[in-house]
DNA sequence: AAAGCGCTCAACCGCATGCTG
DNA sequence: CCAGCATGCGGTTGAGCGCTT
């Protein structure tokens, strides 16, 4: 077998694997790794893709709207990452986790300085992240959501009874949640997102793909790597 | 100036799930 | 129904960078 490369992406790869993504879509990793002649695997070519080619990401520091929200969904899906981006439009479920963990060991050393002023009974569980707690042991599937950051692939997903979202009774991170939301402001409520990007500054819930759309059309960048990767001749790119 | 430390984020890994023949 | 393959998800790692000492 041949050796695949591994670590970080070079600029030539990216464009390699942009031009090949808008051949044959987002869907057939494994066939546009081979065909790409990338020496990267099917798995890695779609990380690359959805965490940082896609046009339509964000780069850059969240808005504090979005941070919000991250908390607010990360209180109601727990770690339900890919779940929580198809809600804010432009970020990747790695993003918000890496987001969570930083916000996580932020608010650990927090507590464990208050803690240390004025000890109190709820100082049992502590706050910093931790893979260890678990929303659900079983992974839940939204089958019938559309792929956040699919551009153009058939939705053959079948229907996933929502029923079996969930598992209120399994959520033991729950009590660790609420321990430092309490420390926190007294509600998260959502307001008026102020985004940075124009692209998304009228209404970027509907520009974004959301659970009930279906297709959309795909959005040039205008922020990078895009403009860095093709600049004009990006015009058109994606037009099929 | 440089060594140490902590943080961020891109990328990898393993497992779960979905799809197809 | 089942096996094999492709894709998706969540957890984890480590390089690189900036800040502190």
């Not at 869907?27 to 893709?49: E, N, Q």
């Not at 969240?62 to 607010?72: F, N, Q």
């Not at 000890?119 to 678990?134: E, Q």
Request: aromatic share 10%; hydrophobic share 30%.
């Amino acid at each position: 077998m041949e050796e695949m490369r591994k670590g970080p992406w070079t600029e030539q790869e990216d464009v390699h694997l942009v031009l090949y993504v808008n051949l044959y879509g987002d869907r057939r990793w494994d066939f546009i790794a081979k065909v790409s002649g990338l020496k990267r695997t099917g798995k890695s070519c779609r990380l690359r893709w959805v965490n940082y080619l896609h046009p339509g990401l964000k780069h850059g520091k969240m808005s504090s709207y979005e941070e919000r929200r991250v908390l607010e969904l990360h209180n109601k899906w727990g770690n339900r990452w890919s779940r929580i981006a198809r809600k804010l439009p432009g970020r990747t479920d790695n993003e918000i986790k890496n987001y969570w963990r930083t916000y996580m060991r932020k608010k650990g050393q927090e507590k464990k300085r208050t803690n240390l002023s004025s000890p109190s009974t709820s100082a049992s569980h502590d706050s910093s992240y931790s893979s260890s707690y678990t929303v659900n042991s079983k992974k839940i599937k939204d089958t019938n959501e559309r792929d956040f950051f699919d551009t153009g692939g058939l939705l053959t997903k079948g229907s996933l009874n929502h029923a079996k979202e969930i598992k209120k009774g399994d959520y033991t991170m729950d009590e660790i949640w609420k321990d430092i939301v309490s420390s926190d402001d007294d509600a998260i409520t959502p307001v008026c997102p102020t985004l940075t990007s124009p692209i998304w500054d009228y209404c970027p819930d509907s520009l974004w793909i959301t659970d009930q759309e279906k297709d959309t059309n795909m959005i040039v960048p205008t922020s990078e790597p895009f403009h860095s990767l093709f600049g004009q001749d990006g015009v058109g790119f994606f037009a099929g």
